[in-house]
């Protein structure tokens, strides 16, 4: 039995596209999830999935990235499959490691997707830091301008209006209007 693995690593991110290709896959099973791929991240419907797996059955998923992004994990994982007797294909690469070569190629792949990912952190911190010493701050911009907090503000403290119609008004969202409203209990 094939069965499918589709991941996203937020809750915003759409898993259709991995979906319609598990099931043109012939997979009579997917396990869905919504959860980063790192080391340290829980992902139950992954375990979930490596426990429903038996013997002569295949995981199969979209891109190697839905599984792991460390060498030394993904190939841990691929020994367990291995001991258990089932197999794994990755259907963007066209590899299955039921085969001679593809245990090769799957070794080979996952360690330059480890190197990326890590090279990837490195631009990130090189970036960061080359911004700090421009005396820039990195991360996400401001979804709020100045204008639309005082505004904000202004009709907050008319006490004329809920937060849901000032959220409505300044067209942002309750939690960012939080964070930059002064919303103190009245003495």
């Known amino acids: 039995m094939d069965i499918g693995y589709a991941r996203v690593s937020r809750n915003d991110q759409i898993l259709d596209r991995q979906l319609d290709e598990l099931e043109s896959a012939g997979c009579e099973r ?15 419907e992954f375990d979930l999935c490596l426990r429903t797996l038996r013997r002569g059955d295949r995981l199969v998923v979209t891109e190697l ?3 792991g992004r460390h060498t030394g994990e993904l190939a841990k994982l691929d020994e367990t499959l291995r001991e258990r007797g089932v197999g ?17 190629i799957f070794t ?19 970036g960061l830091a080359a911004a700090r010493a421009q ?10 301008t100045d204008k639309q907090v005082a505004k904000a503000q202004a009709l907050y403290d008319e006490h ?28």
């Not at 080979?108 to 190197?115: D, F, L, R, S």
């Open 108 to 126: 080979v792949i996952a360690a330059v997707a480890q190197m990326e990912r890590e090279l990837l952190i490195e631009r990130t911190r090189s």
């Open 135 to 144: 005396g820039r701050v990195g991360g996400r911009r401001r979804s709020i």
């Open 30 to 44: 997917i396990f869905t999830e919504k959860a980063s791929g790192s080391k340290e991240s829980k992902r139950p």
């Open 88 to 104: 794994l294909r990755i259907l963007n690469l066209d590899l299955d490691t039921a085969t001679p070569s593809g245990k090769l």
């Open 65 to 67: 990235s839905r599984l």
């Open 160 to 187: 004329r209006f809920t937060m849901a119609e000032i959220t409505r008004i300044c067209e942002t969202s309750p939690a960012t209007l939080y964070r930059y409203l002064s919303v103190g209990v009245d003495a």
